[in-house]
């Protein structure tokens, strides 16, 4: 699925959004809009100019993320429940599973039930494969440094959007990549929920 193009100006400062941001654990079922989740994706991988430029940095331009979104029966507009794969080059998503997980991501975030009110979850994982090639295990600290970097530009993009957003750390990693259908060198770092505060 194609997504909205993103946007790059809006109505509140940089400055505004760091200063506003917090941390929230409580959302409201309120569904998100298609173009809001769309610049959520764009402001944590998008393309940002020719080449390889991204949104965030990686070290040697290997990026060895992936953004995968969670969305519920009530999650985003015209988006069906289920699991994406966040395409950046073409800022598209692609469903990988279409089944509502948010249940069972909470569940495996030892039942952290609150992310599951969220509309939208979204699950930054590294493929370490990528960057330990150039890197070795110095690669390793460059991805989670990376993971860093996106996490807050999607508490910031949120924050721009009249959005709050959370952040997980604690989760059976093993049962993250079954529910996410993730294999290989793939690793689950961060899990952020994301939607109207309650």
């Known amino acids: 699925m194609k997504l909205p193009p993103p946007r790059t100006e809006g109505a509140l400062a940089v400055e505004q959004a760091i200063m506003q941001r917090r941390t929230v654990r409580s959302f409201r079922s309120q569904v998100l ?3 809001h989740f769309a610049q959520l994706l764009w402001a944590a991988q998008g393309r940002t100019g020719g080449g390889h430029k991204r949104a965030a940095p990686s070290a040697g331009a290997l990026f060895p993320m992936d953004l995968y979104a969670v969305t519920g029966s009530k999650g985003v507009e015209s988006v069906t429940a289920g699991i994406y794969h966040y395409q950046p080059n073409d800022h598209r998503i692609v469903q990988t ?6 249940d069972a991501l909470a569940r495996a975030s030892l039942s952290q039930m ?19 090639g150039k890197y070795g295990r110095r690669g390793i600290r460059y991805a989670h440094i ?14 721009a959007l009249g959005l709050k957003a959370g952040i997980v750390g604690a989760f059976d990693d093993a049962e993250v ?22």
Do not use: Y
Request: hydrophobic residues 50%.
């Open 33 to 35: 809009r298609l173009d």
């Open 97 to 102: 599973a279409a089944l509502d997980q948010s």
């Open 114 to 132: 609150w992310m599951a009110k969220a509309p939208l979850q979204l699950v930054i994982t590294a493929d370490f494969g990528r960057v330990t």
């Open 146 to 159: 990376e993971a860093g970097h996106i996490g807050q530009n999607i508490f910031l993009q949120a924050e």
């Open 177 to 198: 990549k079954q529910i996410m259908g993730i294999s290989g060198s793939c690793e689950p770092l961060l899990l952020m929920p994301v939607g109207f505060a309650a």
